[in-house]
């Protein structure tokens, strides 16, 4: 395995106490050479490499970043490039009025993320990946979370909408087993509603407004690259 440098618990909406779901870990691979932020140009024969950030699944209630480690190791050592797994609130099993997480709660704490990702100054102020260039992953309900970021409902309110340097930034997006349809899930599986859809969007007789397949591509950047993985 390629030797990797490793920083976790980076909070990006900073706390006190620190909130744990809302930090990432960082792996980033030994062969590109740091950039320190002051100079206009990277230090030596490397190129600063791209970012992938790993937006983790779990039915929006359940699992976290350190789940996913041995991933984002393989990752970064398969492609060479900085791997950045986040965290995002979760919505409670047992949800009630005080303490409901609902969507768009975990999209807008993912999206802080990536709009940090794309300004943050690097451990110690060294710049270890190119911030121009984000390749993003999300696997299950994050596949949903990433595209309800990056797609527009056709109608009613926008309540997650990525800044122009986020949207230019990014230049894929992969979603792995992702959630799409709600309502169309709860067709096959009805017993999802009570297992973990009320408590991730709230009663409703419909998610229509939801689900993304009903979204459109942002008009401000219409040519973004999408890989969708499903088995």
Same mark, same amino acid.
């Given at each position: 395995?390629? %030797?990797? @440098?490793?920083?976790?618990n980076i909070s990006y909406i900073?706390?006190?106490? $620190?909130?744990?779901?809302?930090?990432? *870990?960082?792996?980033?691979?030994?062969?590109?050479?740091?950039?320190?932020?002051?100079?206009?140009?990277?230090?030596?024969?490397?190129?600063?490499?791209?970012?992938? $950030?790993?937006?983790?699944?779990?039915?929006?209630?359940?699992? =976290?970043?350190?789940?996913?480690?041995?991933?984002?190791?393989?990752?970064?050592?398969?492609?060479?490039?900085?791997?950045?797994?986040?965290?995002?609130?979760?919505?409670?099993?047992?949800?009630?009025?005080?303490?409901?997480?609902?969507?768009? =709660?975990?999209?807008? *704490?993912?999206?802080?993320? %990536?709009?940090?990702?794309?300004?943050?100054?690097?451990?110690?102020?060294?710049?270890?990946? *190119?911030?121009?260039?984000? $390749?993003?992953?999300?696997?299950?309900?994050?596949?949903?979370?990433?595209?309800?970021?990056?797609?527009?409902?056709?109608?009613?309110? *926008?309540?997650?909408?990525?800044?122009?340097?986020? %949207? @230019?930034?990014?230049?894929?997006?992969?979603?792995?087993?992702?959630?799409?349809?709600?309502?169309? %899930?709860?067709?096959?599986?009805?017993?999802?509603?009570?297992?973990?859809?009320?408590?991730?969007?709230?009663?409703?007789?419909?998610?229509?407004?939801?689900? +993304?397949?009903?979204?459109?591509?942002? +008009?401000?950047?219409?040519?973004?690259?999408?890989?969708? +993985?499903?088995?």
């Open positions: 395995m390629e %030797l990797l @440098e490793e920083y976790t900073p706390s006190e106490p $620190c909130n744990n779901f809302h930090n990432f *870990d960082i792996y980033i691979p030994k062969q590109y050479e740091p950039r320190n932020t002051s100079d206009e140009q990277p230090r030596g024969p490397h190129t600063i490499s791209p970012l992938v $950030c790993f937006i983790h699944g779990g039915a929006w209630r359940s699992e =976290d970043k350190l789940d996913h480690a041995g991933l984002a190791r393989r990752l970064a050592s398969f492609t060479g490039y900085a791997v950045a797994v986040t965290n995002y609130r979760l919505s409670p099993r047992e949800t009630t009025e005080a303490n409901a997480i609902h969507h768009p =709660d975990h999209a807008k *704490d993912v999206l802080r993320f %990536l709009e940090f990702v794309i300004t943050w100054r690097g451990p110690h102020d060294i710049s270890v990946y *190119d911030s121009n260039r984000l $390749c993003l992953m999300g696997h299950s309900c994050g596949a949903h979370i990433l595209s309800s970021i990056f797609l527009e409902a056709k109608r009613g309110e *926008d309540p997650l909408c990525p800044s122009a340097k986020l %949207l @230019e930034s990014t230049k894929a997006i992969i979603t792995s087993e992702g959630i799409y349809d709600i309502d169309l %899930l709860l067709s096959s599986f009805p017993a999802y509603r009570a297992w973990f859809i009320e408590a991730a969007f709230g009663r409703r007789s419909t998610y229509e407004e939801a689900s +993304v397949t009903k979204m459109i591509p942002r +008009v401000a950047y219409r040519y973004l690259q999408w890989l969708i +993985v499903h088995s």
